[in-house]
T-cell receptor, first 112, second 113 residues
Framework: QKEVEQNSGPLSVPEGAIASLNCTYS??????FFWYRQYSGKSPELIMS????GDKEDGRFTAQLNKASQYVSLLIRDSQPSDSATYLC????????????FGTGTRLKVLA | DGGITQSPKYLFRKEGQNVTLSCEQN?????MYWYRQDPGQGLRLIYY???????QKGDIAEGYSVSREKKESFPLTVTSAQKNPTAFYLC????????????FGAGSRLTVL
């Protein structure tokens, strides 16, 4: 079982719709969770970080964390063509080593 | 502005050659990381360093070496022992190892001819 799993997509949504991206993780001791956006050929940039159960909103983005079910999700409201990118889920595993585990990413396409 | 500078942006290597990728940060971060990304793949950790003069192997350290002689600098050497080095290499840093957000450099794309 992969430590952090994401559907590779592509996930296609029309402009203005809500895009829902999901991520599951295997280590129950994980403490910190992050969503990064990566445009083709570029480096990842942070979209959201979340540390406790529940929802966290920042503009058009909402991160949701459920530690009991071991999943974290990212909702993008009013999706724009500029949101078309790969979204990487990252989990910080603090079990003997201080390192982050990245999922393989979900490619999002927002159709104009 | 603070940030992470990686150089070179593009690098071509002949088989059997060692190459060194530079990573410099002026964010005053303690922790630094090297990741490798292959097409359609997530990021895989090569090495990380929590403080100066200390570093640990990540998941795919074979064929790579690093040093951390200064807080600002964490160079990565891709040796001839790395069998498939063609990839996108990303350097990152965080305030401290473990709980904080990663800030990434722009990346270095290495191609073996």
């Amino acid at each position: 079982q992969k430590e952090v799993e994401q559907n590779s997509g592509p996930l296609s949504v029309p402009e203005g719709a809500i895009a829902s991206l999901n991520c599951t993780y295997s280590d129950r001791g994980s403490q910190s969770f992050f969503w990064y956006r990566q445009y083709s050929g570029k480096s990842p940039e942070l979209i959201m970080s979340i540390y406790s159960n529940g929802d966290k909103e920042d503009g058009r983005f909402t991160a949701q964390l459920n530690k009991a079910s071991q999943y974290v999700s990212l909702l993008i409201r009013d999706s724009q063509p500029s949101d078309s990118a790969t979204y990487l889920c990252a989990v910080n595993i603090i079990t003997g080593t201080y390192k982050y585990i990245f999922g393989t990413g979900t490619r999002l396409k927002v159709l104009a | 502005d603070g940030g992470i500078t990686q150089s070179p942006k593009y690098l071509f290597r002949k088989e059997g050659q060692n190459v060194t990728l530079s990573c410099e940060q002026n964010l005053n971060h303690d922790a630094m990381y090297w990741y490798r990304q292959d097409p359609g793949q997530g990021l895989r950790l090569i090495y990380y360093s929590q403080i100066v003069n200390d570093f640990q192997k990540g998941d795919i350290a074979e064929g790579y070496s690093v040093s951390r002689e200064k807080k600002e600098s964490f160079p990565l050497t891709v040796t001839s022992a790395q069998k498939n080095p063609t990839a996108f290499y990303l350097c990152a840093s965080s305030i401290r190892a473990g709980a904080n957000v990663l800030t990434f450099g722009a990346g270095s794309r290495l191609t073996v001819l």
